[in-house]
């Protein structure tokens, strides 16, 4: 009688290489966002604190670049995709004004607040390091979200519809990347 394989428990090297693949594509999305932002809102108030979040989202890109090449984790296929589709989604947002803008930043933030807790879940204490990293990370997401509603996110014409596309958008991206 064989016996049937036991699903992998969670924070198994599987999931952590598609953890860290789906998190050094997102982290790549943001960076492209914030570009085609800051291509249309060039300089202001706005721009400045898009600018600040760009920021910060390189330095997760960096890391997660460093922690794709030491673990030897195979990036996501659609980065030529993530390279277009993010750009475009910034400046498409950007086109629309500052506040749409910035809806997008809420509205990308929410999902990755959400998908970060969950991976903080299922990394267990052999992925102390990789736990504390998206700790970090997913406090950073979460305060670019909260300076995106200051900045007037809900204010943007349709901000419920936009808002609800790009998290739709945001959701189907995690989902190929983890596997692709």
């Not at 790549?28 to 706005?46: F, H, K, S, W």
Request: aromatic residues 4%.
């Amino acid at each position: 009688m064989s016996r049937k394989p036991r699903p992998a428990p969670p924070g198994t090297c599987d999931d952590v290489a598609a953890m860290i693949r789906v998190d050094h594509a997102g982290e790549y999305g943001a960076v492209r966002i914030y570009e085609g932002q800051l291509a249309v809102l060039r300089n202001g108030p706005a721009a400045d604190t898009i600018r600040k979040m760009a920021e910060g989202e390189q330095r997760h890109l960096d890391t997660f670049d460093r922690l794709i090449v030491e673990r030897r984790v195979r990036p996501t296929a659609l980065e030529p995709v993530w390279r277009v589709a993010g750009f475009a989604l910034g400046a498409a947002t950007a086109l629309l004004g500052e506040k749409a803008a910035f809806a997008c930043t809420a509205a990308v933030e929410e999902v990755i607040d959400e998908h970060y807790a969950g991976q903080i879940a299922k990394l267990g204490d052999d992925e102390k390091a990789l736990r504390d990293t998206v700790t970090d990370f997913r406090a950073d997401e979460i305060a670019h979200r909260d300076a995106a509603l200051a900045g007037g996110a809900q204010e943007a014409p349709g901000y419920r519809v936009l808002s609800e596309a790009i998290k739709a958008g945001c959701r189907l991206a995690i989902a190929l990347s983890t596997r692709l």
